[in-house]
């Protein structure tokens, strides 16, 4: 087991702020597991509902999305509860979290922020039969939506061309005009969404330009 202080502080300070849940060390995979149970409260604490999970922290943490699994079975596995067969929780758009993993992810806000959420939304959706708040599409449409919603990049076209423009590394000057020919200053068009972008990762980058140029061509084969 390689020593990470990292990784021990942050584990420490996570189940302090949650405390039924404990650590150990999975050699075979080589990861940290936190694993136990997590009260979900409503806004006023009063309970609702305990779930039993694992969370996995693999040796590039904290530059990696820790992996979030349900153990307990409570949850429904379909798409439509966001959740895989094998109880993967799908927490957000994945370009959020890797941004997140980018700058350097704490445990303990991780837990606040994206599961024990995750994991309440889940139970207001077992009484409402609808999710609060906004939720993406699945698939690659809700990457699209994501693109589309908070990037300002709303056309397979587009997007195209400013991944091309990351990964092969020719970024204009922010005076200059944008990649995605719009005729806009660089600065006033895609520059803030280009940042976002670099920090997701040049992997996620070339999923998404796959799936861009998919859409593209079967537009094309439809004219």
Known sequence: MKENKRIDNDIRRATVRFPKLRRRW?????VWILEGDLDICDIKGIYWDTFAVAILLDSKYPHSVPLVIET???????SE???SKSGVCCLDIEHRLLHW???GIILSDFITEKVYPFFANQLYFEDKKCYAGDEY??????VQQF???ELDITEPSQAILLIQAILNNRLPERNKLCPCNSMTKFKKCHQASVEFLIQVGIDQLKKDLQGFEEIRDSTIENI
Do not use: T, V
């Open 26 to 30: 999975n050699e075979e995979q080589a």
């Open 72 to 78: 307990s079975e409570k949850i429904p596995r379909n």
């Open 81 to 83: 509860r966001h959740i």
């Open 101 to 103: 993993a980018q700058r």
């Open 137 to 142: 599409l699945h698939r690659f449409q809700g």
């Open 147 to 149: 693109y589309s919603e």
